[in-house]
């Protein structure tokens, strides 16, 4: 859906705009010490985005399973 397509969007925006990341870190009193985010190497930054991709595809299919359902139940109410 497009809020989804768009929740996702900005996620990813924020994800890589460092200074997003500090604002967002700072408001959340995130020890930076204990958790140094400008360390994170590309592989590791692949494979948060080949997460999100699959966590995507996943919130995809769940709202075509969703919508499949809803039409099935919408037909059987009219064949009633």
């Known amino acids: ?3 989804q397509s768009s929740v996702f969007k900005n ?3 924020t994800l890589i705009n460092h200074q997003a990341i500090r604002t967002n870190i700072d408001k959340t009193q995130l020890d930076i010490e204990w958790m140094p985010v400008s360390q994170l190497n590309r592989v590791t930054l692949q494979k948060a ?3 999100l991709v699959q966590i995507k ?3 995809d299919k769940k709202q075509e399973l969703n919508l499949d359902a ?3 139940k919408t037909t059987e109410q009219q064949n009633e």
């Open 1 to 3: 859906s497009k809020l």
């Open 70 to 72: 809803q039409k099935s």
């Open 57 to 59: 595809r996943a919130l």
């Open 11 to 13: 996620f990813l925006k």
């Open 49 to 51: 985005r080949d997460l």
